[in-house]
């Protein structure tokens, strides 16, 4: 599939390994920088979104997104993500996501609004008696490559997503897209309801990582059986 992913905000905590590594499927290993993990929310636009070779459609191709992620490597040592929720107000999005990548999408109620680079979002799920998550971010005025090396490269650098099916059985799937152009943010709002929604303690402290990022065209493969 070709997509665009756009308006993207990335606000990260440092969470235990262990809290992390209870809730990962057989085959998956908590990633961890300077022995340190991390979970991250954010959200972001999906925009243009069709099969390669078909062109977007007006009113299924643009929608919101909202995920809750970790960082995880396999057996063999390839860092990937793994995303614990992924809220979308697209329906039929959520179903196809659901049965083609056996991801956790959920059904939400979504809106925005932009004002030059800064951005409001609101996220509340469908199925949750919670209240609505909001944000409020500013997109990049001079972004750059992440160093690599850096926290900023482990946190964003990565290429390959793992899920689980009914049955347990790991799989795998590749994204392709140029290096993220990201700035740090000065500061940000970002709701803390995400860990709430995933069984997690919120946090009481404000992100170790306030990240934004130039929309980048991305590639996504289809599925592969661990």
Same mark, same amino acid.
């Given at each position: ?10 606000? @990260? ?15 998956? @290993? ?89 951005? @409001? ?21 001079? %972004?750059?490559?992440?160093? %690599? ?27 392709? @897209? ?7 943010? %000065? ?34 493969? %289809?599925?592969?059986?661990?």
């Amino acid at each position: 599939m070709k997509q665009r992913w756009a308006g993207l905000g990335f606000f @990260h905590w440092e969470a235990e390994p262990e809290m992390i590594a209870t809730r990962l499927p057989a085959g998956l @290993h908590v990633d961890t920088f300077a022995g340190k993990a991390y979970l991250g929310i954010v959200p972001f636009f999906m925009e243009r979104i069709r099969p390669v070779g078909l062109p977007p459609l007006p009113w299924l191709s643009w929608f919101h997104e909202l995920n809750l992620r970790t960082y995880v490597h396999d057996d063999a040592g390839n860092p990937g993500v793994w995303f614990f929720s992924l809220d979308c107000n697209q329906p039929l999005a959520v179903e196809i996501a659901r049965f083609a990548f056996n991801l956790p999408y959920q059904h939400a109620e979504m809106s925005s609004e932009k004002q030059d680079r800064l951005i @409001h979002y609101r996220s509340r799920r469908k199925a949750s008696p919670l209240p609505a998550a909001e944000f409020t971010y500013r997109l990049p005025e001079n %972004p750059q490559p992440a160093a %690599p090396g850096s926290l900023d490269w482990f946190l964003v650098e990565r290429y390959l997503l793992f899920s689980a099916d009914a049955q347990g059985n790991l799989h795998t799937g590749r994204v392709h @897209h140029s290096p993220y152009l990201i700035e740090p943010m %000065p500061e940000g709002k970002c709701s803390t309801i995400p860990f709430a929604l995933n069984g997690f303690p919120e946090p009481e402290t404000q992100p170790v990582s306030l990240l934004s990022a130039a929309p980048v065209d991305v590639t996504v493969f %289809p599925l592969r059986k661990a």
